[in-house]
């Protein structure tokens, strides 16, 4: 190997809520059963829910009872995603431990997923900052840059654009910032070149639409990257853009750095326990290869 990333990585899983929005509704009851899975497995920072309209994501409906039924485990960061002010206010009370929110650095998606302009998305941003930095303690705002490699509707992204944009993020009182391949239009090359521009202090959420999740978060390991959203089974996938796939498997993130001798604090076969259970109910296969054939080690008639 001719190049070496961070030694220890973060990763967040994203299934709780990103994995299961776009699938058929399951019971809260089930959703807490698969946090306790991935909780059991060893990750430390998921994403359990989000303060979204239930007309809208029905599956997502409940997540104030899921925060309370998962509870406050030690050292475990709990996060939740909202569109506007009054999602952040019920994920405030609901106890939530980090924001999350997304802005699309591509003008045509951010109407289509939020029906607002930019502008007024960096508003609303605004607005959500304000009142987790207010709160009786105080919560970090992660704003996701969705579409930061590329839009299905106005192609590549200028890298100088999404570093301007960037900016203003941390100007409304972002604390993190991670950058989205949304519809999986990244390639090494254009991971590699924002990441010049933005430096790695971010986080990258990949999807895996055209086959190149893994390789993508491999050239962002390499360029210096120390966190990453994942999903377990590789669910997922914006009902915006027609095609996306879901995120980056889990267990396939995990596989890879526990090859390359990067700390993730995540025990592989237990997370493959809770794929296995992600499948159960959602009800159909998982994207995710590594859940069927399971660790390159696995000896031959072991399932």
């Known amino acids: 190997m001719t190049a070496s990333g961070p030694t220890s990585v973060v990763i967040r899983e994203v299934g709780p809520r990103d994995g299961l929005q776009g699938e058929d509704v399951c019971s809260v009851a089930d959703r807490v059963t698969l946090v306790d899975a991935l909780l059991g497995a060893g990750v430390t920072h998921l994403e359990v829910g989000a303060f979204v309209s239930p007309k809208a994501v029905p599956a997502m409906a409940g997540s104030d009872e899921v925060i309370a039924a998962v509870g406050r485990p030690a050292g475990v960061v709990r996060a939740a995603l909202v569109p506007n002010a009054r999602g952040a206010e019920l994920a405030l009370a609901a106890g939530i431990d980090e924001l999350t929110v997304t802005v699309s650095a591509s003008a045509v998606y951010n109407e289509r997923n939020v029906r607002m302009t930019i502008d007024g998305s960096v508003g609303a941003i605004t607005r959500i900052c304000a009142l987790a930095a207010g709160a009786p303690v105080p919560v970090p705002v992660d704003v996701v840059v969705s579409c930061a490699f ?142 069927y054939a399971g660790p390159r080690t696995r000896l031959a008639g072991e399932r």
């Open 150 to 291: 590329g839009s299905p509707y106005e192609g590549d992204m200028a890298p100088r654009g999404i570093d301007d944009l960037n900016r203003r993020l941390l100007d409304a009182g972002a604390t993190a910032l991670t950058m989205a391949d949304t519809t999986g239009m990244a390639t090494p090359r254009l991971i590699e070149g924002l990441l010049a521009v933005t430096g790695t202090d971010v986080g990258l959420h990949l999807h895996d639409t055209r086959g190149t999740g893994l390789l993508n978060l491999y050239a962002g390991w390499q360029a210096g990257v120390a966190r990453y959203d994942t999903s377990v089974g590789g669910l997922g996938g914006s009902p915006f853009a027609a095609g996306a796939a879901g995120n980056v498997a889990t267990e396939s993130a995990v596989a890879l750095f526990d090859d390359l001798g990067v700390h993730t604090g995540i025990d592989l076969q237990r997370l493959l326990d809770a794929a296995a259970l992600a499948e159960r109910l959602v009800g159909h296969e998982l994207p995710s290869r590594l859940a």
